[in-house]
């Protein structure tokens, strides 16, 4: 299972890191990525890392703001938010599954084989 913890309620331009861990396997060749869905929403793919190469992806939302990065070590993946914004409130799922390639590599949610519980972010004005 995947456990996300590390949500909060922040003011804008804070920081906030979300973490990502992993109980009864290993992340392997996995790619671990992090969606998100506010309220009336639908759920949007954020970022990926890819545990076999690294290789990263940030949906243009973020970019520049957040830094996915994973520990084998400890099984985990962290997402370091920074310079938060009021629109990134949204509650923020983990999950692991094989990237998809159709001229790009994306992580299609719906053929991840994980889920965290998700953990919710609200970003103050």
């Known amino acids: 299972q995947l456990q996300a913890s590390g949500g909060g309620l922040v003011q804008a331009g804070g920081s906030l890191r979300l973490s990502c861990a992993a109980s009864?396997?290993?992340?392997?060749?996995?790619?671990i990525g992090w969606f998100r869905q506010a309220p009336g929403k639908e759920r949007e793919g954020v970022s990926w890392?890819?545990?076999?190469?690294?290789?990263?992806y940030y949906a243009d939302f973020v970019k520049g703001r957040f830094t996915i990065s994973n520990d084998n070590a400890k099984n985990t993946v962290a997402l370091q938010m920074n310079s938060l914004k009021p629109e990134d409130t949204a509650v923020y799922y983990c999950?692991?599954?094989?990237?998809?390639?159709?001229?790009?590599?994306?992580?299609?949610?719906?053929?991840?084989?994980?889920w965290g519980q998700g953990t919710q972010v609200t970003v103050s004005s």
């Open positions: 999950a692991v599954g094989y990237l998809i390639y159709n001229g790009t590599y994306y992580l299609d949610p719906d053929e991840c084989d994980y």
């Open positions: 890392i890819s545990n076999t190469d690294g290789s990263t």
């Open positions: 009864g396997f290993t992340f392997d060749d996995y790619t």
